[in-house]
């Protein structure tokens, strides 16, 4: 399973930037519950920036609401993140997430991206 995460770049304070991450290779028997973005900025933890589930209920960071909207597409298990008036204090790698379960299975499937940069200069 490949997680291909696009659109991270440079862009200035007040900016816009339109992130994408499509999956390949999720087999049929998996079913995806939900997908999310998260970020890493240098020296601090990995954390939510945004996740949607396949029932289309969505759910920000704080930091998050009112400047980025999240969706998807369960179909083609690919996700998206339009982040507006973007901040420098947004600067971080950003990594798409899908987590569902296998028909049959107890344990649940966790898929990572690997991570899109997205810089925001002030």
């Known amino acids: 399973v490949q997680l291909q995460a696009s659109g991270g770049g440079w862009v200035q304070s007040g900016g816009s930037l339109r992130l994408s991450c499509a999956a390949s290779?999720?087999?049929?028997?998996?079913?995806?519950?939900?997908m999310g973005w998260y970020r890493q900025a240098p020296g601090k933890e990995r954390e939510l920036v945004a996740k949607?589930?396949?029932?289309?209920?969505?759910t920000y960071a704080d930091s998050a609401k009112g400047r980025f909207t999240i969706s998807g597409d369960n179909t083609k298990n690919t996700v998206w993140l339009q982040m507006n008036g973007l901040k420098s204090e947004d600067t971080a790698v950003y990594y798409c997430?899908?987590?569902?379960?296998?028909?049959?299975?107890?344990?649940?499937?966790?898929?990572w991206g690997q991570g899109t940069l997205v810089t925001v200069s002030s």
């Open positions: 997430n899908q987590w569902g379960r296998r028909a049959g299975y107890l344990r649940p499937v966790d898929y």
């Open positions: 949607i589930t396949n029932g289309g209920s969505t």
């Open positions: 290779g999720i087999g049929s028997s998996v079913n995806i519950n939900e």
